[in-house]
């Protein structure tokens, strides 16, 4: 018998449980197939509030973490965020957004594009967990960025499979190749926002939920040397 999209999202080792207790009351509690009650901005500002406590070394919430916290969220997920983000070991996103387990749904790959996979896992996040924000972070001296500016410049060829991996940054090194200042940090904001273009635009699982205000969508760059991420491109 065929797989049709609903009997995938439907699958027992995928079945969506859980509910998230309201802003500032804590991390996402599994109840019986309920969401999130959060807003897209109410999702954000827990990110962003995360971030501030991370740059200033507040302690992480551990009752994220602990033993009662596993048990719970074995039950069911219950994330807020998907988070579309890089591979890079240094950009640890539950570290930098002070969030525990089952909070994030993380995306991650070089230079947070986005490919087939990565797209489903983004529209089940949102169209079967009820996510209500997105965030695609790009970083400070992203690899990948730096790659695909080498075969913009150099025509450079990588082996295997790199070649293919950083082809989608090459338009974002393009169009940041006029702007002034480094070219390295443009082309990872260039490349954070043709992203969040294509969601917002182009993918209709995700434009439904924009239109009727159950989601947000926006860019973020991460600062390796000072811990901070600044969102941009929060319409």
Request: charge should be neutral.
């Amino acid at each position: 018998m065929a797989l049709t999209r609903r009997s995938f999202f439907a699958c027992a080792c995928c079945a969506p449980l859980g509910g998230l207790a309201a802003l500032h009351a804590g991390p996402a509690r599994a109840a019986g197939g309920t969401r999130t009650d959060l807003t897209p901005d109410q999702a954000l500002e827990l990110l962003k509030e995360g971030n501030r406590n991370f740059i200033t070394d507040a302690p992480f919430r551990r009752q994220t973490t602990d033993r009662e916290r596993r048990i719970e969220i074995a039950r069911g997920q219950t994330p807020f965020v998907v988070l579309v983000g890089c591979s890079d070991s240094r950009v640890p996103p539950e570290l930098l957004f002070g969030r525990g387990l089952g909070e994030l749904f993380i995306v991650r790959n070089a230079g947070n594009t986005v490919d087939t996979t990565a797209l489903g896992s983004i529209e089940y996040g949102v169209a079967e967990l009820g996510v209500p924000l997105i965030v695609v972070l790009g970083h400070e001296k992203c690899g990948a960025v730096q790659a695909a500016i080498q075969v913009v410049k150099e025509n450079t060829v990588f082996p295997g499979s790199i070649g293919r991996m950083v082809e989608p940054i090459v338009p974002a090194v393009l169009r940041a190749q006029g702007q002034e200042g480094d070219l390295v940090d443009n082309a990872v904001r260039e490349n954070v926002r043709r992203t969040v273009h294509r969601l917002r635009t182009a993918e209709a699982l995700l434009i439904d939920p924009i239109k009727a205000r159950r989601l947000k969508i926006v860019g973020a760059r991460y600062d390796l040397d000072d811990g901070s991420v600044d969102f941009f491109d929060e319409a």
